[in-house]
């Protein structure tokens, strides 16, 4: 009766199946009009509730030791907390992702219309982890490489580095953003062109700094892009070379491409930022903006997109004020929902096709 995520979607890529004549038959089911009926064993709890960031759903006590009930969490991939007598537990009947600096439950209901991430009979690339030394950090770091299907050592490619946002990890494009699934099915569409995209970890740090104090920005340029370059076949001119990312990442978006605009051609900014979500600081990347015949040299496309519900919508929009009164090129695109992997998806299926043209 309750269903299952696709295999790529959870941490522990099999759905635990349980022991129901322990257990129960524990799980969830998302029903046709988009709510999710939840069934979880807490005998001896005093209350279970969802709790979608402050929107608390109360389930309700039903036979032999079952909470039930129905909720509207919204369409999309939608993280929420289980919380069992106000205390937060990771149900392993439940799909697992990672977000918010730990693992957590979440449901992933079908939008209608936005099939173009599913998992189809097409030709697929391959996603692999690569460790690299990093000068920055001092230690090794991780990466995940999509190569596209038919991928040949022979031919060069160009390169899309696409970064996740704060307290996620660099699996999150691939398990819960898709992104390999939607670059295979444009692929197959003949609708982008074939590139590697680069995941790397923007949680990075310094040695001895502060947990605020992130290294991506100098570690994508000195550590990164040189391990990549030298061990892929890729094309290694600014014209081919890309930098993405959400909310974090597309704050280091925007500080590694306005900085080193002779290295990148194209830049997407999704849910995102131009100017520091934290007030105060100097933001010399932010110099190119003043100056429209040296942007619009450097990038053949700069790309802002963001939920119109997104909780930093106020900030997108006092943004636009950097780009308003100026020749500078600059694409500014919202999607329908706030600050989460739905809208991420649709950016990066949006931004996808306009990398690398001729």
């Avoid at 537990?89 to 977000?99: A, E, F, K, N």
């Avoid at 992130?214 to 600014?238: G, M, Q, S, W």
Wanted: glycine content about 10%; some cysteine; aromatic content about 14%.
């Amino acid at each position: 009766m309750f269903n299952t995520q696709p295999l790529d979607t959870v941490v522990s890529f099999d759905a635990y199946a349980g022991e129901p004549d322990r257990d129960g038959e524990q799980g969830f089911e998302i029903l046709e009009d988009g709510r999710v009926a939840f069934h979880i064993k807490a005998p001896n709890a005093r209350s279970v509730e969802i709790d979608q960031f402050g929107s608390v759903f109360p389930l309700t006590r039903a036979d032999g030791g079952m909470w039930e009930g129905q909720v509207d969490l919204g369409r999309g991939f939608k993280y929420f907390f289980l919380k069992i007598d106000g205390a937060d537990v990771l149900s392993p009947y439940l799909p697992i992702g990672y977000g918010c600096c730990r693992p957590m439950n979440f449901v992933d209901v079908p939008v209608p219309g936005e099939d173009w991430d599913r998992l189809a009979d097409v030709p697929h690339g391959a996603v692999a982890r690569r460790w690299y030394p990093s000068e920055v950090t001092g230690k090794m770091e991780s990466c995940l490489v999509y190569t596209p299907a038919g991928f040949d050592q022979a031919k060069k490619y160009p390169v899309l580095y696409l970064q996740h946002g704060y307290g996620e990890n660099e699996t999150g494009w691939v398990y819960q953003g898709h992104v390999a699934r939607i670059a295979d099915l444009l692929l197959s569409e003949g609708r982008m062109r074939e590139m590697i995209i680069v995941i790397g970890n923007g949680m990075a740090q310094m040695p001895g700094a502060d947990r605020l104090k992130r290294a991506f920005p100098e570690l994508i340029v000195r550590d990164l892009i040189p391990y990549i370059e030298a061990n892929y076949p890729v094309l290694t001119d600014k014209w081919h070379r890309a930098m993405a990312g959400l909310s974090m990442g597309s704050y280091q978006t925007s500080v590694v491409t306005m900085t080193h605009p002779d290295m990148f051609a194209y830049a997407g900014v999704f849910s995102g930022f131009v100017t520091s979500p934290r007030a105060g600081g100097e933001e010399p990347h932010l110099a190119i903006l003043n100056d429209p015949s040296a942007f619009n040299a450097s990038f053949r496309v700069f790309y802002r997109a963001m939920g119109t519900e997104d909780n930093f919508f106020d900030r997108f929009v006092s943004e636009d004020a950097l780009f308003e009164g100026k020749p500078l090129k600059a694409l500014r695109r919202t999607f329908p929902g706030g600050h989460d992997w739905s809208v991420w998806r649709r950016c990066i299926h949006d931004f996808l096709p306009m990398l690398f043209k001729d």
